[in-house]
């Protein structure tokens, strides 16, 4: 069974995903809230293996401690948002954690029965990544439907936001992108009707 379920923290609307291979489980960007996430892996007996960020502000990462602890699993995120995890200045953290990260290899790698690719998307934060699974982007704040992430924060870039919009514009294919706030979409309908990105799309 391949499924992704997505939980919505109303605290600040952001989007945790959990990612289901069989029995093993990844968890994407954990929120403040985490009650129905963890009734979910009990009732489905899942094995969540890894706890995966897609950059390092605290509301994507806040549930972090508390799920690391429950599932006694490694968390990962980019080398350049490292530093975010030690600096509640640029990732605006109420608590940081206290358990150090893996760092994500470059580009694609495996953890347990999943094989993921990470597309680097600094602009947002530095370390900003897409986490892409099959034709699913996790896009974390660098882009939403119909929208992008902000570049006006402690460490972000509008000129490496453009650059990322760039690259991603080139991308051939159609994937399903699950951003890190509001509704899901796809890359096609982001390049027709994302005015940030369609600037890019020949």
């Not at 605290?58 to 080398?79: K, M, Q, R």
């Not at 597309?119 to 099959?134: A, M």
């Amino acid at each position: 069974m391949k499924e992704i379920k997505t939980f919505v923290d109303q605290k600040m609307l952001n989007n945790t995903y959990v990612l289901v291979n069989d029995k093993e489980a990844l968890i994407i960007d954990p929120s403040f809230s985490s009650e129905k996430l963890e009734d979910y892996i009990i009732e489905n007996d899942l094995d969540v293996i890894a706890i995966l960020l897609t950059h390092g502000h605290y509301d994507h990462f806040a549930g972090l401690e508390v799920l690391g602890n429950t599932y006694n699993c490694p968390y990962y995120i980019s080398e350049e948002d490292e530093d975010f995890l030690y600096d509640k200045s640029k990732s605006y953290a109420v608590k940081l954690p206290k358990q150090k990260p893996e760092l994500y290899p470059n580009n694609v790698f495996i953890i347990g029965n999943f094989e993921l690719k990470t597309i680097k998307t600094p602009g947002h934060t530095p370390g900003s990544v897409i986490i892409v699974w099959h034709n699913n982007m996790f896009t974390g704040d660098f882009i939403f439907a119909k929208d992008i992430g902000r570049t006006d924060l402690k460490g972000s870039n509008p000129r490496a936001m453009e650059n990322s919009l760039r690259e991603l514009a080139k991308i051939e294919g159609d994937y399903n992108i699950y951003p890190g706030h509001e509704e899901s979409s796809t890359l096609a309908e982001e390049k027709k009707y994302n005015s940030y990105l369609n600037l890019y799309v020949k």
